[in-house]
């Protein structure tokens, strides 16, 4: 899946 | 998530309590920057524009609906209640805010990972909560004596970003692709900012006096 980007924090 | 990023979130929602706490139990919003607080409403609205169609966590979203229901909660508090508005220092919080919007904007126009509407947004959040808390700061110093709990309440707002920079660099050697620059830099400016604050908190803590910070 995509890399995990900064926007699945707060 | 890893322990330093709960951690923050934790001490971020803290901050929220402890501001709260103050207002209801003392129906006083004296030594609070509303112009502060209604930069963290912006910082909100403009981060969380994915509330509706990005689902991620249940933990993710209920969390974004607290931050922004409570920072709008503080700002109607002491913009609207009868008792509480009487008590803000209107003459104390001067700080002209409109210019840390305007230029975070421009920067975030400047300074993003890609450019979209969503992007750009997000990037003007980041910027815009690195510089939000200045207002605050500049009034505590013009306020001279602060009071336990505006002072507890800027400490936690501080430590939430420090933690979120050590998340940040346990992610960084955790997770290869993770992108991260934008909000790395300006999270480290925003937690210089605390720095003198921070220094003063820790004497005051230190000799168990009052935090005195100097004019």
Known sequence: GAPPSIKDEL | MNIFRFAGDMTHLISIVVLLLKIYATKSCSGISLKTQELYVIVFLARYLDLFTDFISVYNTVMKLVFIGSSLAIVWCMRMHRAVKRTYDKELDTFRHYFLVLGSFVLALLLHEKFTFQEIFWAFSIYLEAVAILPQLVMLQRSGNVDNLTG????????????????????????????????????????????????????????????????
């Open chain 2, 152 to 215: 507890q309440y800027v400490f936690f707002l501080g430590a939430y970003r420090a933690f979120y920079i050590l998340n940040w660099i346990y992610r960084f050697f955790t997770e290869p692709h993770f992108s991260r620059w934008i909000a790395c830099l300006s999270g480290l400016v925003q937690t210089a900012f605390y720095a003198d604050f921070f220094y003063y908190y820790f004497i005051s803590w230190k000799n168990n006096a009052k935090l005195q910070l100097p004019a």
